[in-house]
């Protein structure tokens, strides 16, 4: 198997993994400088970097790569350290980087309203992929959306069979009215989306929040909704909005931003 056809499957799949790649050696290995061990989420692999105790030591060091997403340089000193004894006549010292395989980051932006323009041109440029969602198809087309994904015009019930976000996905409900927004907020609770915001008031957070717990949805999915929507910059103009939203889900993509947003209901006490 092709480690970089593996790759960009992973990717599409919204599958996580780490790439191993020997980039330095000195003297005699069991391998080649640039050999490539790709360790996917579930802890299966692709390839090699010479076996032994120092695959299994990038082994560990790529689970900790991809639970953390952020690289690692390894040393491992052949000759010095008896552990590293493969049988064969080695004596050599290589480095192996240890990268982070991430899934291509999909926004699903439910609303092709102006703010949303602004939105899927920025989210874009940050280096996500937007799919534009509307039940109106004079809003949801490829003339206002050329540089999104994927355009979708059709009733919300319908879209939500159809989609799939994982655990790298984003889903934000900026749609013309209350009602709508609630529908996209009751079903993007319930899948594995990584980031869910809803824009609007307080007042409209706490009024949908407290329709959706009558309903039965669980307040621990709930709490997690990011509403008002975006970091506090004053943002006014959609093109703002667009960028305070964006800055949000980059500190979210990031592992930048605590979660010290609190349960939307609790913002009645603090208001």
């Known amino acids: 198997m092709d480690v ?21 050696v000195r003297g005699s290995i069991p ?7 790709l360790i996917r989420e579930d802890g299966s692999i692709v390839g090699t970097v010479g076996g032994g105790c120092v695959e ?7 689970r900790e790569v991809i639970a953390q997403e952020k690289p690692r340089t390894l040393t491992f000193n052949l000759n010095n350290d008896p552990s590293y004894d493969t049988g064969l006549l080695c004596g050599g010292t290589l480095e192996i980087f240890v990268e982070p395989i991430l899934p291509t980051p999909y926004v699903y932006i439910f609303g092709a309203g102006h703010v949303s323009l602004s ?6 440029q940050a280096g996500f992929s937007t799919v534009v969602v509307d039940d109106r198809e004079a809003y949801a087309n490829r003339e206002r959306f050329p540089e999104a994904a994927e355009v979708y015009a059709d009733e919300y019930e319908k879209l939500f069979e159809l989609l799939s976000p994982n655990s790298s996905s ?51 999915q709930l709490a997690h909704v990011h509403a008002p929507i975006g970091i506090e910059i004053g943002a006014v103009s959609p093109e703002e909005i667009a960028v305070s939203v964006v800055a949000e889900m980059i500190a979210v993509r990031r592992n930048a931003l605590q979660d010290t947003k609190p349960h939307p209901k609790s913002i009645l006490a603090v208001s």
Do not use: C
């Open 119 to 124: 939105l899927s041109k920025v989210a874009t």
């Open 4 to 24: 970089y056809e593996e790759i960009t499957r992973l990717r599409k799949a919204g599958i996580k993994a780490a790439l191993a790649t020997i980039v330095n």
């Open 31 to 37: 391998s080649y400088e640039s050999a490539k061990l």
């Open 56 to 62: 299994a030591d990038v082994w560990a060091a790529a």
């Open 170 to 220: 984003y889903i934000i409900a900026v749609t013309r009215g209350h009602r709508d927004d609630m529908r996209v907020l009751r079903w993007a609770v319930g899948t594995q989306a990584r980031y869910v915001g809803m824009i609007g008031s307080k007042r409209k957070v706490i009024e949908i929040v407290r329709f959706l717990e009558r309903e039965g949805v669980p307040s621990s």
